[in-house]
T-cell receptor
């Protein structure tokens, strides 16, 4: 089955700096890659996603890139703010197989004011 | 409320007891998923339904676990003879296309 690895496990950045989180996946059939943000005690919330026919997608301060050949994808957060502090999870799925998500282990991001 | 809802939000039970959780998905979503999340880990897939049909079950779902979605709307997850290792957050999610929306979860503590 699919295996998703995520790095780093923790990331501390100064407010205003950029944060980058990287994930790799194992199943070349995976074609949908969402990112979730989870604050303490809250549900995971979808913040951005990318499909395998797209190499990059941007939404305000958040961008995701995908390298299908290397089977890795990354989340970029620019101009970080204290409210970006949370745990971020990447995931991979095969849309035609029920879109069952396999998650990475998570990255705890701390933005220091 | 147009989001995914779950009930109860918290459940404390003694080892060996049975528990049942309910999930109400977003009404137009045809897929419903159950995940389990332990502290410091990402959610792990348990099972999913398309309408009322249960299409896949993870090997994590032992025979003590059963899930139903009888009319293709709400779903229940039952755990029989609970064990301390069952303590976790049980997340329900739903989707229509690609965007999977999670509920707030039911936190289970088995004493």
């Amino acid at each position: 089955g699919e295996n998703v690895e995520q790095h780093p496990s923790t990331l501390s950045v100064q407010e205003g700096d950029s944060a980058v989180i990287k994930c790799t996946y194992s199943d070349s059939a995976s074609n949908y890659f969402p990112w979730y943000k989870q604050e303490l005690g809250k549900r995971p919330q979808l913040i951005i996603d990318i499909r395998s026919n797209v190499g990059e997608k941007k939404d305000q301060r958040i961008a995701v890139t995908l390298n299908k050949t290397a089977k890795h994808f990354s989340l970029h957060i620019t101009e970080t703010q204290p409210e970006d502090s949370a745990v971020y999870f990447c995931a991979a799925s095969i849309k035609a197989a029920g879109n069952k998500l396999t998650f990475g282990g998570g990255t705890r991001v701390l933005v220091k004011p | 409320d147009t989001g995914v809802s779950q009930d109860p939000r918290h459940k404390i039970t003694k080892r060996g007891q049975n528990v049942t959780f309910r999930c109400d998905p977003i009404s137009e979503h045809n897929r419903l998923y159950w995940y389990r999340q332990t502290l410091g880990q990402g959610p792990e897939f348990l099972t999913y339904f398309q309408n009322e049909a249960q299409l896949e079950k993870s090997r994590l779902l032992s025979d003590r676990f059963s899930a139903e979605r009888p009319k293709g709307s709400f779903s229940t997850l039952e755990i029989q003879r609970t064990e301390q290792g069952d303590s976790a957050m049980y997340l329900c999610a739903s989707s229509l296309g690609s965007g999977v929306v999670f509920g707030p979860g039911t936190r289970l503590t088995v004493l």
